[in-house]
């Protein structure tokens, strides 16, 4: 089913290529044992209940995003979003986003397609989010500045100020992308994007653009400025949440001493969240496994952190993030009397071009 999918290959060379590099640069095995030994781990379980308190701020969300299209939900969104994420963690390629979608439309009088377009306004708000909190940690003197790049402030034109604008300019930019996107009508869309592809021949440019069609479906909510801000606002409790379970983890490594007031450590935990979980958009395997530890480490190093501590750190961090989910997803898919290998042949059946076989032709 995968072997001969290109986005698949893609993804497995993706994360072979991080994680060949996270170890080549931030892994000494004679030394992470060691740290890994001394960790306090008892942090580990009320971090938990953060992450779950995301998925719940998750679930939140996706309720708002759906609520055109099925109105008050007649079963759990919840459990729909943790087995998403189960999918997510265990199916290469993201299908696991399709999964969800599909089994949303099992559970609810909604189209799969339809669903999958919200799932796409969830992403775009997720990088959103993430991007204002690498620019909040820029503000608070934690990026750009003297620990994280040395004397490259007073190098470049305009200095820290400057660096501050950069670190600010990856937030407006996008945001002002989903604006225009959720702003304007989605025929004009469409428009836009059948004169980008013209280098495309007309059967894979037509199939391209009824994959466009059904995903704008799902940005029915989404039509305003005012509906975008909270939809905005609602991924931004999803990820306090998360940055908040990372920096529990944190206080297991002894992170905080590095750092010089409390400003800059929880600044430096927000360098983390934004780094490694962007890092998510790059090709990977199931879980984002590589460029996440890859990414989440050198920011750290780049922070002050030793080598040694941070890969081991992002290392423990991402293993917090993927055995909950994908163990209570599996919990909550047995109890509903259905299989992950059940819904990744119902979705790939009722719609192949969102499992990306048609797009990857």
Not at 14 to 30: E, I, K, M, R, T
Not at 127 to 150: K, N, Q, Y
Not at 331 to 350: P, R
Request: aromatic share 12%; net charge neutral.
């Amino acid at each position: 089913m995968f072997f001969g999918n290109k986005a698949f290959w893609l993804g497995a060379i993706g994360s072979a290529a991080f994680l060949a590099v996270f170890v080549l640069l931030f892994v000494d095995f004679d030394t992470i044992g060691d740290v890994l030994v001394g960790a306090n781990y008892t942090y580990i379980v009320p971090s938990l209940g953060l992450y779950f308190l995301a998925v719940w701020f998750r679930s939140a969300r996706w309720k708002f995003l759906l609520k055109p299209l099925i109105g008050k939900p007649s079963k759990s969104i919840y459990s729909v979003v943790v087995v998403g994420y189960m999918a997510n963690n265990l199916i290469p390629v993201r299908i696991g986003e399709v999964v969800r979608s599909y089994y949303l439309s099992l559970r609810e009088s909604c189209s799969a397609s339809a669903a999958f377009g919200t799932v796409a306004v969830e992403r775009a708000t997720d990088v959103l989010a993430l991007l204002f909190i690498f620019a909040v940690a820029g503000l608070m003197g934690t990026v750009g500045v003297e620990r994280a790049v040395g004397d490259l402030s007073s190098e470049v034109p305009g200095g820290a100020p400057m660096l501050m604008m950069v670190a600010l300019l990856p937030f407006v930019a996008v945001f002002t992308v989903v604006v225009v996107i959720t702003t304007v009508s989605h025929g004009t869309v469409i428009s836009w994007l059948a004169r980008t592809m013209f280098m495309f021949g007309k059967g894979l440019r037509d199939t391209l653009l009824g994959i466009a069609a059904r995903m704008l479906e799902g940005l029915t909510v989404v039509s305003s400025i005012s509906s975008l801000a909270k939809v905005f606002a609602w991924s931004l409790p999803v990820w306090a949440s998360e940055a908040a379970m990372y920096y529990l983890i944190s206080l297991g490594f002894d992170l905080r001493p590095i750092f010089d007031s409390q400003v800059e450590f929880i600044a430096a935990i927000l360098v983390f969240t934004s780094a490694a979980n962007l890092a998510g958009v790059l090709p990977s395997t199931a879980g984002s496994w590589g460029p996440f530890d890859f990414f989440g480490a050198a920011a750290l190093v780049a922070l002050g952190v030793g080598q040694e501590v941070a890969a081991a750190y992002a290392l423990t961090v991402h293993v917090a993030l993927w055995v909950p989910p994908t163990v209570v997803g599996g919990i909550l898919l047995i109890l509903d009397g259905n299989s992950l290998s059940n819904l990744m042949k119902g979705a790939t059946v009722s719609d192949k071009s969102l499992a990306g076989e048609e797009s990857t032709a």
